[in-house]
């Protein structure tokens, strides 16, 4: 079993920074990825950033350029930096952990970004 927490997000101005955390825990030997996607009300979850276990990334075209994502500084830990946040990226952010046989996913996390 896989835990998957998320911390950080909250309310910025546009144009503003948030960063998002996320840890993994439980009884795992590696996990192959882990990604952020997001879900806006009334609209289908995106896929925002995937980190994967030999350290590529990978992000969606919005927000290329702007959002980073990394390792954090402990094991199975890692971060989304978004900056020049848009209103329009207000939505609920969660993290998913790859295991090869399954993913886990996060509870949610939401930012809301006023204009």
């Known amino acids: 079993q896989v835990q998957v927490v998320e911390s950080g997000g909250g309310l910025v101005q546009a144009g503003g920074s948030l960063r998002l955390f996320c840890a993994a825990s439980g009884s795992f030997l590696m996990l192959s990825a882990m990604d952020w996607y997001r879900q806006a009300p009334g609209k289908q979850r995106e896929l925002v950033a995937i980190l994967t276990s030999s350290n590529m990334t990978n992000y969606a075209d919005s927000v290329k350029g702007r959002f980073t994502i990394a390792r954090g500084g402990a094991k199975n830990t890692m971060y989304l930096q978004m900056n020049s946040l848009k209103p329009e990226e207000t939505a609920v952010y969660y993290c998913?952990?790859?295991?090869?046989?399954?993913?886990?996913w996060g509870q949610g996390n939401q930012v809301t970004v006023s204009s």
């Open positions: 998913k952990a790859e295991r090869p046989d399954r993913d886990y």
